[in-house]
């Protein structure tokens, strides 16, 4: 496998309702969104309802999920957001946080 091909980094989301981690390798293109997107589909996968968690916290139907930058106190990063645009830049094995807020619009 040449450098080109192995994973860029690997992170560990924090899925509350699942009640354990994902480790997801991401590549410098990937989106945020992709990879929220992967994680529910994921969840809902092995039975967990991420969705009804989500209503439950947020308190209404109309939900969006976000990822959280933990080691940046939580910060909801934009969902096309890039991995390899972050700033600073990713550390591997980085901590993130798969939350719900409020669907806007």
Do not use: H
């Not at 039975?47 to 959280?68: C, H, R, Y």
């Not at 909801?76 to 890039?82: K, R």
């Not at 645009?85 to 946080?97: A, G, I, M, Q, W």
């Amino acid at each position: 496998m040449s450098e080109e091909e192995t994973t860029w980094r690997e992170i560990i989301v924090d899925v509350e309702p699942r009640q354990k981690e994902f480790r997801v390798a991401v590549e410098e293109e990937s989106t945020v969104d992709e990879v929220v997107k992967t994680l529910v589909q994921r969840c809902v996968d092995e039975g967990v309802d991420i969705t009804k968690w989500a209503k439950e916290k947020v308190g209404q139907p109309n939900v969006s999920f976000v990822l959280m930058r933990k080691a940046f106190g939580n910060t909801a990063l934009a969902p096309a957001a890039t991995f390899g645009s972050l700033e600073p830049p990713l550390e591997n094995n980085e901590r993130f946080k798969l939350d719900a807020c409020a669907q806007v619009g």
